[in-house]
């Protein structure tokens, strides 16, 4: 076991690790700085079947915690090349991350790589102290599904939040099985589709997404050529309608667009124009070429349907610009949150090891301390 700590850089006692294990990629880095060392696939290759595996498909609670080890060790000792023991690390999460998830990297942190302490830092909270704001709707289009929350004067409000299964695994479905019907006899890979959505597709027009399989359908756009062990061409019209299903309505009326109108409809009124002019968008989806603009075209046309101009009276919608790509904006606001002593959000090795457990915002136990101290004295 002490080999695997040979040559491993210590850390010194005040610099933090800095972790986010997204369902595709895991990035990861050191508090203060401005990009991450590196990002990862969220996979390792099992020990036992040899196959590769994405740590968000595990199969239960022991299987993920195999996962976990084989993942963070991989992340440690061959990629951060730090020694875990006694470190100090922040994991950003989702406020909507499963239990589950949350309580076995902990117990896998804590007692099988005896870190010192974890602070469970939320993403949409996390990513708006990029902006030095207090108020945003934070949209986090990532690669199973996309998440919002609305968060007014540093506080997330929790009755508004929407999810829905839309993000990069849709868009890769639907160009997945298109090249299998032009290309029988090409092996389709993953990696192989999603090199050529960032390559060759985009989020088309409104306008142009409205005529799209109709009558007055426009011309599409040219083909491109994808070299790969075998030459392919990428027709237009599939590099055109790859993201078009993040704005189709599912049979309960919802898309990208309606998750943000609902949210903004489930705040209270007096906060709704605030949240409207202060949109940011996180996650590698979002940095498609058109996306953005798309989005704003879809949200304005929506406002002035039947559908919400009685309900919502807003007429703009404003989009912030964080300091940095997309895809790492909330691994950059763990990297600022790391820069402070924040030692009441610390998890401690010692308080885990006391109680085996992770306090969360959903437990009463953890939301009534304050009020029994009051009631004690």
């Known amino acids: ?39 990862i696939r969220t996979e390792i290759k099992c020990p036992e079947t040899k196959e590769l595996r994405r740590i968000y498909d595990y199969k239960n609670t022991e299987d993920l915690y195999q996962l976990l080890v084989e993942f963070l060790h991989a992340l440690f000792f061959r990629h951060v090349v730090l020694s875990p023991k006694d470190a100090r690390i922040v994991v950003l999460e989702s406020l909507l991350s499963p239990t589950q998830f949350r309580n076995t990297l902990a117990k896998v942190l804590f007692r099988h790589f005896e870190i010192g302490s974890l602070m469970l830092l939320p993403t949409h909270l996390a990513t708006i102290s990029t902006l030095g704001i207090n108020s945003a709707l934070v949209l ?20 508004a939040w929407q999810a829905l299964p839309l993000g990069g695994q849709v868009v890769h479905e639907y160009l997945m099985k298109s090249l299998k019907e032009l290309y029988p006899n090409v092996d389709v890979t993953e990696k192989m589709v999603e090199d050529i959505k960032v390559r060759t597709c985009f989020v088309t027009t409104l306008e142009r997404s409205v005529k799209l399989g109709t009558k007055e359908a426009p011309n599409p756009p040219p083909f491109v050529k994808y070299p790969g062990v075998k030459s392919i061409d990428i ?36 906060v709704r124009r605030v949240l409207a002019e202060n949109i940011l968008l996180i996650g590698g989806t979002t940095m498609t070429k058109g996306f953005a603009s798309r989005l704003k075209s879809e949200l304005l046309s929506l406002v002035r349907s039947d559908l919400y101009s009685e309900k919502l009276k807003i007429q703009k919608f404003m989009f912030h610009t964080a300091p940095s790509k997309p895809n790492y904006t909330a691994w950059l606001g763990g990297a600022i949150f790391g820069t402070v002593d924040l030692p009441l959000r610390c998890l401690t090795k010692e308080n885990y090891l006391k109680s085996d457990r992770v306090p969360d915002w959903v437990n009463l136990i953890d939301n009534q301390r304050d009020e029994l101290i009051i009631l004690e004295t």
């Not at 986090?140 to 009755?159: M, R, S």
């Open 235 to 270: 027709p237009g019209e599939v590099r055109e309608k790859a993201f078009e299903v993040l704005w189709e309505r599912d049979n309960d009326n919802l898309s990208l667009p309606t998750m943000i109108l609902n949210a903004i409809m489930q705040c209270p009124i007096d």
């Open 1 to 39: 076991m002490l080999r695997n700590y040979e040559g491993v850089r210590f850390l010194s006692n005040k610099q933090m690790v800095i972790f986010d294990i997204g369902s595709a990629y895991t990035k990861f880095g050191y508090a203060g700085e401005p990009t991450p060392r590196g990002i």
């Open 140 to 159: 986090d289009v990532g690669y199973k599904e996309a998440t919002l929350i609305p968060i007014f004067e540093g506080e997330p409000i929790l009755k």
